[in-house]
């Protein structure tokens, strides 16, 4: 069975990520609703796939908030370049997809996404 863990600082998103995956025969790990918390337990629970919001709550100004799920993405891979991260955000920037590809995120969905588009992504990424 495929292990996911998910990160988003809104609980509620979270909460329907979960049924989502686990009506969909994926076990859900665990949980995480910020950068720090997403690199422990990705440590910790050894994830095969992590969904990652690129926007989450972290000390500091507004400029980190924005980047706390790419800097999140980019530690974890240096811990564990094996654990596929999809990053999920409602940024349309060019810039945010550009900088979340070279911080090692397998695949970016854009919000608001739909159950297939999450199934599929995540068939895509474990293939590679």
Do not use: F
Not at 62 to 73: H, K, L, P
Not at 101 to 110: L, N
């Amino acid at each position: 069975m495929v292990k996911v863990l998910i990160v988003d600082d809104n609980k509620y998103i979270r909460m329907l990520l979960k049924v989502m995956l686990e009506s969909n025969d994926y076990e859900v790990v665990g949980e995480a609703k910020d950068k720090a918390e997403a690199i422990e337990k990705s440590k910790g629970l050894n994830p095969d796939v992590i969904l990652m919001d690129l926007r989450m709550p972290e000390k500091g100004d507004v400029a980190e908030v924005a980047m706390s799920g790419i800097s999140a993405t980019e530690e974890i891979k240096k811990i564990n370049p094996e654990i596929k991260i999809i990053a999920l955000t409602a940024a349309s920037q060019e810039k945010y997809r550009e900088l979340v590809s070279r911080a090692g995120a397998d695949r970016y969905i854009m919000k608001p996404y739909n159950e297939e588009e999450i199934l599929k992504a995540i068939k895509s990424v474990l293939r590679k």
